[in-house]
């Protein structure tokens, strides 16, 4: 197992990528919470956003489908002012 630095670990900004079907398009509210796709969990902003358009584009048949970034490094510090 290898430790990390300090710096790797500041440099570190955690985004969740998910998506489900909407019971509608104006709300964030999903038809079947059993039924969302998670993506996965990303170390970047920019990787997570390569993952979003993916999921994004791969569902586009579908009008009801979203998919969502979330900063959870801004849950995990939220006293820090992160850039995304």
């Known amino acids: ?3 990390r630095s300090a710096k790797d670990e500041s ?3 955690l985004h969740l990528v998910f998506g489900g079907e909407l019971k509608d398009v104006k ?3 999903f038809k079947d919470l ?3 796709d998670i ?9 997570a956003l390569k993952a979003w358009r993916g999921a ?4 586009v ?3 009801q489908m979203r998919y969502f970034v979330v900063h959870i490094h801004r849950m995990l510090d939220p ?3 992160h850039e995304h």
Do not use: C, R
Not at 39 to 47: A, K, L
Not at 56 to 59: G, P, R
């Open 34 to 36: 059993s039924k969302l």
């Open 79 to 81: 006293d820090t002012d």
């Open 56 to 59: 994004a584009q791969a569902s």
């Open 11 to 13: 440099d570190q900004l």
């Open 27 to 29: 709300t964030h509210t």
């Open 39 to 47: 993506v996965g969990i990303f170390p970047n902003y920019e990787s």
């Open 61 to 63: 048949d579908n009008a």
């Open 1 to 3: 197992m290898t430790s």
